[in-house]
Nanobody
Framework: EAQLVESGGGLVQAGGSLRLTCTTSGFTLENYAIAWFRQAPGKEREGVGCIDNEHDETLYADSVKGRFTISSDDAPRKNTVYLQMNNLRPEDTAIYYC???????????????????????WGQGTQVSVSS
């Protein structure tokens, strides 16, 4: 069974950093794109960024460009995706989720995107709180 488990959330002051971890199991990570989403109280879930694990390409939302970085581990059978968050702001406070989308089968190149409907495997989320 394919599973995603997020960890690493917590409380941090504005300007601080956190690293979130998405641990995957039950599937081959290189055949999937992994995205990070977040949902603040009273707001819709929004995409933060994603990584194509076959080509190691990334895509970020404008609100986090230059502050957040997504990467995968380098192990031969990698199963972990990270979200490094620097220079955190109070508006980054949210529950953060990782989600997976299968790269295959497909015709043509994979189009990276932050559309919630694209991703069909989700973790349970981890809380990130940023104080001012």
């Amino acid at each position: 069974e394919a599973q995603l488990v997020e960890s690493g959330g917590g409380l941090v002051q504005a300007g601080g950093s956190l690293r979130l971890t998405c641990t995957t199991s039950g599937f081959t990570l290189e055949n999937y794109a992994i995205a990070w989403f977040r949902q603040a109280p009273g707001k819709e879930r929004e995409g933060v960024g994603c990584i194509d694990n076959e080509h190691d390409e990334t895509l970020y939302a404008d609100s986090v460009k230059g502050r957040f970085t997504i990467s995968s581990d380098d192990a031969p059978r990698k199963n972990t995706v990270y979200l490094q968050m620097n220079n955190l702001r109070p508006e980054d406070t949210a529950i953060y989720y990782c989600a997976a989308d299968r790269l295959y089968p497909r015709t043509g190149p994979y189009h990276m995107n932050l559309d919630i409907q694209t991703y069909d495997i989700w973790g349970q989320g981890t809380q990130v709180s940023v104080s001012s």
